[in-house]
């Protein structure tokens, strides 16, 4: 197993999870390793030989990025965050693609950004361009477009781990309305 991600309700919850499961894989001959949280009273919890190198001695009053199933996890503000790198590939059908497959987006944070550009692959490949050949003037405009605009949230966008919601009385998730 590479990364495992979990949330609970409660830092005793959290506490308890991680001793139970740890118990229940070391039957099998595993230790669980890299331990991190974005709560103080659960990384004390664990031993510091298995907690992450980062956070063996994590300041909490500085933002930590850790980087989980291809995203980055700001730690302390307990947001996720992305990057997408388009500097250095050529403006060919192999450079677009080159970027394009280079993105890995399992919750679907860059979605706009990774379905724009296949379409505009799709485009160019339409005309029947070779594998090297620089991509005409108007798609290169809008490659450039939003490759820019994908920079800029790469920069300034997060998104938080967490939703919170207003308890109501006898409430469904359905009824459940997000704090602003």
Same mark, same amino acid.
């Given at each position: 197993?590479?990364?495992?991600?979990?949330?609970v309700?409660s830092?005793?919850?959290v506490?308890?999870?991680?001793?139970?499961?740890?118990?229940?894989?070391?039957?099998?001959g595993?230790?669980?390793?890299?331990?991190?949280s974005?709560?103080?009273?659960?990384?004390?919890?664990?031993?510091e030989?298995?907690?992450?190198?980062s956070?063996?001695?994590?300041?909490?009053?500085?933002?930590?990025?850790? &980087?989980?199933?291809g995203?980055?996890?700001?730690?302390?503000?307990?947001?996720?965050?992305?990057?997408i790198?388009?500097k250095?590939?050529?403006?060919?059908?192999?450079?677009?693609?080159?970027?394009?497959?280079?993105i890995?987006?399992p919750?679907?944070?860059v979605?706009l950004f990774?379905?724009?550009?296949k379409?505009l692959?799709?485009?160019?490949?339409?005309?029947?361009?070779?594998?090297?050949?620089?991509?005409?003037?108007?798609d290169?405009?809008?490659?450039?477009?939003?490759?820019s605009?994908?920079?800029?949230?790469?920069k300034?966008?997060?998104?938080?781990?967490r939703?919170?919601y207003?308890?109501?009385?006898?409430?469904?998730? &359905?009824?459940?309305?997000p704090?602003?």
């Amino acid at each position: 197993m590479d990364d495992c991600l979990k949330s609970v309700e409660s830092e005793e919850s959290v506490i308890h999870l991680s001793g139970e499961l740890s118990q229940l894989l070391k039957r099998g001959g595993f230790w669980l390793t890299k331990w991190l949280s974005n709560k103080r009273k659960v990384v004390e919890s664990v031993p510091e030989s298995d907690r992450g190198a980062s956070v063996r001695d994590l300041d909490f009053d500085h933002t930590l990025t850790e &980087r989980a199933l291809g995203v980055q996890w700001h730690v302390t503000p307990d947001t996720f965050g992305f990057k997408i790198a388009t500097k250095d590939k050529p403006l060919t059908i192999r450079g677009i693609l080159s970027v394009i497959s280079s993105i890995y987006n399992p919750l679907g944070f860059v979605a706009l950004f990774h379905l724009s550009a296949k379409t505009l692959l799709q485009n160019i490949c339409r005309k029947q361009l070779g594998w090297d050949d620089f991509i005409p003037e108007e798609d290169l405009l809008y490659w450039k477009l939003i490759t820019s605009k994908a920079s800029d949230h790469s920069k300034n966008g997060t998104v938080c781990r967490r939703t919170l919601y207003k308890a109501g009385q006898n409430d469904t998730p &359905r009824d459940r309305t997000p704090y602003q």
